[in-house]
């Protein structure tokens, strides 16, 4: 059980605090919440403390044990500091430093790892003045994630939402599990590993695509994990609007191609763990919008580069390289194969015919050169991590 002090900030998204504290509930850790006087018009602390069944405080003068400077106590006896969400304004004053609350007194107090879920206008939040802030914010060590893209309360869209709980809940586990025990000599660290995520487009014409229902968080929670393990990681990210996990350096492509030439961009690395599902063909895309005629238009498909394959025999091949095989029948028999196809050292099969791409969980088998590995189902988080330990323990055995 880990201990997370939450800080609820004042706005809209402060609705979303409470799917997260159930969420951290349900996975065994204790939430403290703090909330502000901006938040308190948003939830109340009855419910807060309902679903966190811990007192919820809300100024620095309701601490009982303040004589003996209880402020102090409460910021360093968690394992984790998160604000979520974090505004416009409550980011700045953390990043001058200022201590003019309870909220914004603990984060100075405190000696513990802070995250923070950003949540504002999308033109606050590109504001110079904001992305300032984040910066120095992270360069005094503290994790911003990166807002959602989307329709916001306002009415306007763009980055600025507060990224979802179950999102949030991914990043502080990565957090806390940087500072877990067996985790502090970060068996990665000192090595580059690359990771594809998504689906790749492939226009048709200026309005239509090729594409697939991949959702990229498979790939993102692994490259998630490969930076809590210590790894210099590249994310070649397809199409997608998931948020940057901490530490990653991300390269956004569209097209199947755009990957291949990101992916060889990338090299030299040490590991390379292909989970986009990339398009296995494109067309010759054209210059205007395709019009309905009555017949539906001759489209000459042409094969896409194969990455994997290249990848697996090219002279700059990683050590470790691994495929991920998504399949509707005969799961194991088609993954096999395609290890052998590819020449690559491992395959990660899962079937796809229900929820799997774009929902939480997935249920994955692990073909090496020694046999077959079928693993329980599991979040995707959770395979992640499961998966990169593995690479780091093959690493280290490897001459």
């Not at 939830?43 to 303040?66: F, G, I, N, R, Y």
């Not at 067996?182 to 487009?201: E, I, Q």
């Not at 968080?217 to 692994?222: D, V, W, Y």
């Not at 050590?319 to 690559?344: Q, Y």
Request: charged share 20%.
């Amino acid at each position: 059980m880990k201990r997370i002090l939450l800080i609820v900030g004042g706005g809209i998204a402060a609705y979303k605090s409470c799917e997260l504290i159930r969420l951290l509930r349900g996975r065994g850790h204790m939430v403290r919440c703090v909330l502000t006087e901006g938040g308190s018009h948003f939830v109340t602390p009855m419910t807060l403390a309902a679903l966190s069944e811990q007192p919820v405080h809300t100024s620095l003068w309701d601490l009982k044990d303040e004589a003996e400077m209880g402020h102090i106590q409460l910021s360093r006896q968690a394992d984790l500091v998160v604000v979520a969400p974090a505004t416009a304004d409550l980011l700045a004053r953390m990043a001058a430093g200022l201590a003019d609350d309870l909220a914004t007194t603990l984060l100075l107090a405190t000696d513990k790892p802070v995250l923070a879920a950003p949540a504002m206008n999308v033109r606050m939040w590109t504001h110079p003045a904001t992305m300032r802030n984040v910066a120095r914010l992270r360069a005094d060590g503290i994790t911003v994630l990166n807002p959602d893209d989307g329709a916001m309360a306002c009415g306007e869209y763009g980055p600025g939402r507060l990224p979802e709980p179950a999102a949030i809940l991914a990043a502080i586990e990565s957090a806390l599990d940087v500072s877990a025990p067996g985790v502090a000599d970060r068996p990665l660290a000192g090595r580059h590993v690359l990771v594809t995520a998504g689906p790749t487009h492939e226009p048709i014409d200026p309005v239509r695509y090729l594409a697939n229902r991949s959702s990229g968080r498979q790939g993102f929670a692994i490259a998630r994990a490969a930076a809590t393990l210590g790894a210099r990681v590249t994310l070649v990210a397809g199409p997608v609007t998931l948020p940057t996990p901490a530490g990653v350096d991300r390269v956004d492509v569209q097209t199947a191609r755009e990957m291949a030439a990101a992916v060889a961009g990338a090299m030299p690395a040490d590991v390379a763990v292909m989970v986009a599902a990339v398009a296995d063909w494109h067309v010759a895309p054209l210059d205007q919008k395709l019009k309905k005629t009555g017949s539906p238009p001759a489209l000459t498909l042409i094969e896409n580069p194969d990455i994997l394959a290249r990848l697996s025999v090219g002279a700059d091949r990683p050590r470790l390289v691994v495929g991920f095989a998504a399949e509707t029948e005969r799961v194991i028999d088609h993954a096999v194969a395609k290890r052998g196809r590819k020449g690559c050292d491992w395959i990660v099969a899962n079937d796809v015919s229900g929820d799997v791409m774009g929902g939480a969980d997935n249920s994955v088998h692990l073909v090496t050169a020694t046999g077959v590995e079928s693993w329980e189902t599991m979040t995707k988080d959770e395979v992640a991590i499961r998966l990169v330990r593995r690479i780091a323990d093959e690493l280290r055995e490897r001459p």
